[in-house]
């Protein structure tokens, strides 16, 4: 796979990357696939690539999905931070399985 990733964050609580394109997007049917679960787990991960922080993955628990030249993703996780203090994370995930290409658009404490 080849994983790409824009703009660097300092923190667990910085916003990183740039913000989503609206329109076309619907609810993810089924937030409990695997497949699903495993983008929100790599998302932590590549965020973890960039920051000073430290998150473990509990779960996705909501997301929306766009159909573009591959998928785009809007997760909303649920993760625990170096304390154990759990959190809500936005994190926005571009997917072209066809080229194994896999992108981490942005990543943010969720409102």
């Given amino acids: 796979m080849i994983y ?3 703009t660097p964050a300092t923190g667990c609580g910085e916003s990183y990357g740039t913000t989503s ?3 076309g997007w619907e609810r993810i049917p089924n937030i409990n696939d695997q497949h699903i679960q495993d983008l929100g787990s790599w998302a932590v991960l590549e965020f973890l690539k960039h920051v000073n922080c430290v998150l ?3 779960k ?3 997301g929306k999905e766009q159909f573009v030249s591959g ?5 909303v996780i649920v993760a625990s931070d170096a304390n154990g203090k759990l959190g809500k994370y936005k994190a926005e995930v571009y997917e072209q ?3 194994k290409t896999r992108k981490l658009v942005s990543f ?3 409102k």
Avoid: D, F, P
């Fill in 4 to 6: 790409t990733i824009a």
């Fill in 71 to 75: 998928m785009n993703y809007e997760l």
């Fill in 56 to 58: 473990k993955l509990n």
């Fill in 108 to 110: 943010s404490k969720a």
């Fill in 60 to 62: 996705v628990v909501s």
């Fill in 21 to 23: 394109i609206e329109g």
């Fill in 97 to 99: 399985e066809r080229t």
